[in-house]
């Protein structure tokens, strides 16, 4: 949302000073981030960084990609529901969830968002993350991206090692929250 837009909607009647008025939105927008992720299904791991974020920025939208080319365990509407037990969970009313199909580049951009989140589990992550943020920075200018790495003994989870637990009928419990396990289970028996 732009700031005039912003203004229109918010502050119509306001008597408070277009100046201070400015400065409090882009002081708002300075620290807003995006968390992307395509998480199938989410874990402890991917809600800690979200989490961790929250507490750093005014705003985190938790988003979720979506690639209509790349088969997915989970719809988007199981996966929303999935972030939203995690942000219940902490209690976060300052993280939203949203998804985007496309340039996650372009979706900061859109949501005047300056900073994009990434979680690192080990080094080997860092070179692709590097060059993902050289070509984000390529289609936003604006753009930083900031790696935080995940907690040591959320390092070994993933998604893939959910689901291929599931499918063997093992205990998930400790990966992912009870309510997105709970969801987990409902979509198996489908």
Request: charged share 30%; net charge positive.
């Amino acid at each position: 949302m732009k700031f005039d837009q912003w203004l229109k909607k918010y502050f119509k009647n306001s008597t408070e000073s277009k100046t201070n008025l400015e400065e409090s939105f882009f002081a708002i927008n300075k620290s807003t981030a995006v968390y992307a992720l395509s998480a199938d299904p989410p874990t402890w791991g991917h809600a800690d960084i979200m989490m961790r974020a929250a507490k750093k920025f005014s705003k985190v939208y938790w988003v979720i990609g979506v690639n209509p080319k790349k088969q997915s365990m989970f719809s988007t509407d199981q996966k929303k529901l999935m972030l939203e037990a995690y942000i219940k969970h902490y209690k976060l009313e300052n993280v939203q969830v949203d998804y985007f199909e496309g340039s996650i580049a372009k979706y900061c951009k859109e949501k005047n968002a300056r900073f994009l989140i990434r979680g690192l589990r080990s080094s080997s992550d860092f070179q692709m993350e590097y060059e993902l943020s050289v070509g984000n920075r390529g289609i936003n200018k604006e753009l930083e991206t900031i790696c935080m790495f995940t907690k040591p003994h959320y390092a070994t989870i993933s998604s893939s090692i959910v689901r291929e637990l599931t499918q063997l009928d093992e205990k998930i419990s400790q990966y992912v929250h009870p309510e997105v396990e709970r969801l987990i289970h409902e979509s198996i028996k489908k």
